[in-house]
């Protein structure tokens, strides 16, 4: 199991940061971590996004790139210590620099089809996006085809649905606004971040488990 894995296993949250800009990567992350959210990614959408990752990576938080999209993107960001890397979609060049620096790899995908190609590349994980549009059952659906293959739940996840996420076979769920909000990542409001993660990975875990002991209908 690699060290993304391991880390979503201990804690099934990924908190995806899309802001203007970041005050402070190491302190977001250790506060992110204060409220058990021990996973962040750093999107290239933030501006000076390397710089960022670089800061947090030293620091000794677990961070990954997220909305890589070339191969320049993932060399720089494993340059500045990314942890792992995350794409929107299937991007056969991020994969093969992911896999030339055994840099753990979640490809986004959506259909059977694109879950497919996401393991031929070589994904870890696989970030089926946007969750939202087919819901929870999807993921349950998705492992017929694909066995004990990680899923991660992606667009339009929040605190209400989940829970049921996790339940249906996903192997971690992304927050994003629920817990990092642009405004406080940009202004440095590590108290409000520490607050919603831990409210978010609370309901989280205690959803999964309420679902898991009620009584099939």
Do not use: W
Not at 74 to 93: K, M, N, Q, Y
Not at 116 to 144: C, M, N, Q, S, W
Not at 173 to 179: I, L, Y
């Amino acid at each position: 199991m690699s060290s993304l894995l391991a880390q979503l296993a201990h804690s099934p949250v990924i908190a995806v940061v899309r802001a203007p800009a970041i005050a402070d990567a190491a302190l977001l992350c250790a506060a992110l971590a204060a409220g058990g959210v021990t996973c962040t990614e750093l999107t290239f959408t933030t501006p000076g996004m390397t710089t960022h990752l670089r800061r947090a990576a030293e620091a000794g938080h677990h961070v990954g790139a997220g909305t890589v999209l070339t191969a320049d993107q993932a060399r720089a960001a494993i340059d500045a210590g990314a942890s792992f890397l995350v794409t929107p979609g299937l991007r056969a060049e991020v994969a093969a620099v992911a896999t030339r620096h055994s840099v753990p790899l979640v490809l986004g995908a959506l259909t059977p089809t694109e879950v497919a190609r996401a393991l031929d590349l070589g994904a870890e994980a696989v970030k089926i996006f946007p969750a939202r549009a087919f819901g929870p059952t999807y993921l349950r659906d998705l492992h017929g085809p694909f066995p004990g293959t990680p899923l991660i739940a992606s667009g339009g996840v929040n605190a209400t649905n989940a829970s049921d996420f996790l339940t249906h076979g996903a192997a971690a769920v992304c927050a994003g606004t629920d817990v990092v909000p642009a405004g406080a990542v940009a202004s440095g409001e590590y108290r409000t971040v520490t607050t919603r993660a831990l409210d978010f990975a609370t309901t989280v875990l205690r959803g999964r488990e309420e679902l898991r002991d009620k009584p099939p209908t």
